[in-house]
């Protein structure tokens, strides 16, 4: 290379004096003034213009044979360097070729004594989707979470516990979209488990069984139902965090709802407060992504509810109505949940409202109705917890006290039909 560098140097070299050497050949013989004294005079000078022409003219021939020669000596150098740098990429590239078939085999190499000494990681990948399939089996498709809490066997428990430990391992691995999926199930798992566990909790608390000396018992149940809760909201929200797309409207749904959870466990109005927005802003962006489903619009109105705004949250109610998907696909029993909790917010407000307002008495009517008819649920978990909710929100002060004073006996078949679990 450097050889044909100071080639290419010198041919510069010989052409600018070659150049050179042109230029002062011409003013020298640049031809002179005619004389203006006589015709002979003119006629020499003339002779000597057409001489000097001549002279010039063979220069120029001389200086374009020149050129001539320097441009077939720079075409058979740039040929020769055209040769040169194929040969050097020629070999180059063999050097190349030859390293990384060395490299391949020395990894083929490590890769069969790492398998040969950690089985585990034989057929690593295929054995990474085996698992997250597995595990995924046993996370809900689209049911709710108490619901699928109590289906799983203690077995399905103990492996999702069992699972549970690897996730620290997949999520360096950074598997686009099977971590986020994984997560969700997790945060579910967590979330249902809390809410068997609180309704448990609330039972056993109510039941007036308490004897001294269990109270130690009481604080363990309860900080089981919190650590439950907690983690669900750990897991919910990497879930949410890894969704790259902006378009898991379900894990949002779950993930308000177990900060929902999170606050009623509070003593601390002001982590409370944080809480609950944090929920209601997860709502509202579920129902930005999917606006065609109910949850999100029923999550909100509870909130709305809380906050004693129940003209919006019978707004959002009605609106959830004219929705025909729960999340993903229809769900009847929740239709119902939304037609009970319309009731009672109506109720809130004919509580409140002037012997002149009118007070749609027979819409609460249908929509309580409505409720507990054609059989609520099979599930003892559900009917037990909305028999709960039904015998607290007739109470006086409670959310059906009006209608219970309206229509006692309405309110008394609704308690028998969820007792018997029957229609």
Not at 134 to 143: M, N, Q
Not at 206 to 232: F, P, Q, Y
Request: with cysteine; aromatic share 10%; glycine share 6%.
């Amino acid at each position: 290379m450097a050889t044909l560098l100071l080639s290419g140097f010198a041919v510069l070299i010989v052409i600018t004096f070659v150049w050179w050497q042109a230029y002062r050949g011409a003013a020298e013989r640049r031809p002179p003034q005619p004389s203006k004294d006589s015709i002979d005079e003119r006629q020499k000078v003339i002779g000597s213009q057409l001489d000097a022409y001549k002279v010039q003219l063979d220069a120029y021939k001389t200086q374009a044979d020149d050129l001539q020669r320097l441009i077939s000596l720079l075409v058979g150098l740039s040929s020769f360097y055209a040769v040169v740098l194929g040969a050097t990429s020629y070999l180059t590239a063999h050097q190349f070729i030859d390293r990384i078939k060395s490299d391949a085999d020395r990894v083929e190499r490590n890769v069969q004594a790492l398998e040969k000494n950690y089985p585990v990681f034989t057929d690593f990948g295929a054995n990474i989707d085996a698992g997250i399939q597995k595990l995924s089996d046993k996370f809900p498709s689209d049911e709710e979470r108490d619901v699928y809490y109590t289906r799983l066997t203690e077995n399905d428990k103990e492996l999702i516990l069992f699972f549970e430990r690897s996730m620290v391992f997949l999520d360096y691995l950074d598997l686009p979209g099977k971590t986020a999926r994984l997560y969700y199930g997790l945060g579910m798992f967590y979330s249902g488990r809390h809410s068997v566990e609180k309704l448990r909790l609330d039972s056993l608390e109510n039941s007036g069984k308490i004897r001294i000396g269990t109270e130690w018992c009481l604080m363990d149940r309860r900080s089981l139902v919190r650590e439950a809760c907690v983690r669900a909201c750990f897991y919910l929200q990497r879930a949410v965090d890894g969704d790259s797309s902006n378009s898991n409207f379900v894990a949002r749904n779950d993930l308000g709802l177990a900060l929902a959870d999170l606050a009623d466990l509070e003593d601390n109005s002001a982590t409370k407060t944080v809480l609950l927005s944090r929920a209601e802003s997860y709502f509202r962006d579920s129902y930005e992504i999917e606006r065609c489903q109910q949850r999100a619009l029923y999550n909100l109105a509870r909130l709305l509810a809380n906050r004693k705004e129940y003209d919006d949250a019978v707004e959002k109610l009605s609106e959830a109505l004219n929705q025909t998907n729960w999340q993903t696909k229809p769900n009847p029993f929740r239709v119902k949940d939304i037609r009970y909790n319309r009731a009672c917010y109506r109720c809130r407000l004919a509580e409140g409202a002037s012997a002149h307002t009118h007070v749609p008495i027979n819409e609460i009517k249908e929509d309580f109705k409505a409720w507990y008819k054609d059989g609520y649920s099979t599930n003892p978990v559900v009917r037990g917890e909305n028999l709960k909710a039904l015998k607290d929100d007739v109470k006086p002060g409670g959310d059906l006290a009006w209608l219970h004073g309206k229509a006692p006996d309405l309110i008394q078949n609704a308690l028998k039909h969820l007792r018997e679990g029957s229609a």
